[in-house]
């Protein structure tokens, strides 16, 4: 067995974008298996366990990843993970990586693959809410699928968004209100909120909407009348509901399943979509282990590898 580290050294953004595309697709045609995440709430945090099988690479595996709020403060990073990748014939464990870099790549990835598919623009204002690991994920990938003309960031620390932007190189990126930076073509949310912070007033016709930060029973970030009028498309339907932006609507009576517009990987596929331009499309990103997956078998081929005996 190996123990893999740098596990993100060397990944090139638009491979493990091709990769986490071609696993949605592989779930739009139901190819895959994959129940839902199972959390485990902790004082300060929780962490999920995230099993998955994708035949189409040969991989099965599971993550456990945890969400700590709090962590920054404690010079650790709020999201760190691990996956266990066992072989296909036997079961034996045949890797452990260290899944924290790629956590971040894939969850950016998901997103640079929604807003290819449903943003009706190819060249596009960017709109970030949050300054976090993932938001700066979802700027390096999205900027391998969309033509990026100009980032517009909002922190509750306006320091934060000076320092992001400094960091953002050969893009015209800058600090921005909150209602600012909603005006955009495409916009991404990745905080920890757990109580509507864009106002519906605030988004225009023909936004797409990346949804990140709503991944755990609580959490939500949108004001719920711009579900009301968008088309939502989620990763996955059960873990949606029940941890994804749609679950406090849902929870409080407003919003029901029955109403989104399908899976990313319906999208993917070409059975679901976009239907005119100015059409408000919402992209509800909770984490699909298979993502963890897709990414895993890249990381299989080039991390720095340490090995174990076992049994």
Same mark, same amino acid.
């Given at each position: 067995m190996r123990y893999l580290t740098d596990t993100e050294r060397g990944l090139d953004p638009k491979r493990v974008n091709d990769a986490v595309e071609a696993a949605f697709a592989d779930h739009g045609r139901g190819l895959v298996q994959m129940p839902p995440k199972t959390y485990i709430i902790l004082?300060?945090?929780d962490f999920r366990t995230m099993p998955a099988y994708l035949p189409s690479q040969n991989i099965a595996g599971v993550k456990i990843v945890n969400v700590h709020p709090q962590n920054p403060g404690r010079g650790l990073p709020t999201v760190m993970a691990l996956t266990v990748i066992l072989d296909i014939a036997t079961g034996k464990p045949e890797a452990v990586i260290n899944a924290t870099p790629l956590t971040d790549m894939r969850t950016g990835a998901a997103g640079a693959i929604a807003a290819k598919y %449903?943003? *009706?623009?190819?060249?596009? @204002?960017?709109?970030?809410?949050? $300054? #976090?690991?993932?938001?700066?994920?979802?700027?390096?990938? $999205?900027?391998?699928?969309?033509a990026?003309?100009? @980032?517009?960031?909002?922190?509750r620390n *306006?320091?934060?968004?000076?320092?992001?932007?400094?960091?953002?190189?050969? %893009?015209?990126?800058?600090s921005a209100s909150l209602e600012h930076a909603c005006d955009c073509d495409v916009l991404v949310t990745t905080t920890p909120s757990t109580r509507p912070i864009i106002m519906d007033a605030w988004i225009s016709e023909g936004t797409h909407i990346n949804a990140i930060g709503a991944d755990a029973p609580g959490k939500e970030e949108l004001d719920p009348a711009?579900?009301?009028?968008?088309?939502?498309?989620?990763?996955? *339907?059960?873990?949606?509901?029940h941890s994804g932006e749609i679950n406090v609507p849902i929870a409080r009576g407003i919003y029901s399943e029955a109403? %989104?517009? #399908?899976? %990313?990987?319906? @999208? @993917?596929?070409?059975?679901?979509?976009?239907?005119? *331009?100015?059409?408000?499309?919402i992209f509800d990103s909770t984490g699909l282990a298979i993502q963890d997956l897709a990414i895993a078998k890249i990381a299989l081929q080039q991390g720095t590898a340490i090995v174990l005996p076992f049994p």
């Open positions: 004082p300060a945090g %449903l943003s *009706p623009k190819k060249e596009i @204002v960017l709109g970030l809410i949050g $300054t #976090g690991r993932q938001a700066l994920a979802q700027v390096e990938a $999205t900027r391998h699928t969309l990026v003309g100009e @980032v517009r960031v909002w922190s *306006p320091v934060h968004a000076e320092k992001f932007c400094a960091g953002i190189h050969s %893009l015209d990126c800058r711009i579900l009301e009028r968008s088309s939502v498309f989620v990763d996955d *339907p059960a873990q949606a509901v109403s %989104l517009a #399908g899976t %990313l990987g319906e @999208v @993917v596929i070409g059975k679901k979509g976009r239907k005119h *331009p100015d059409e408000i499309t």
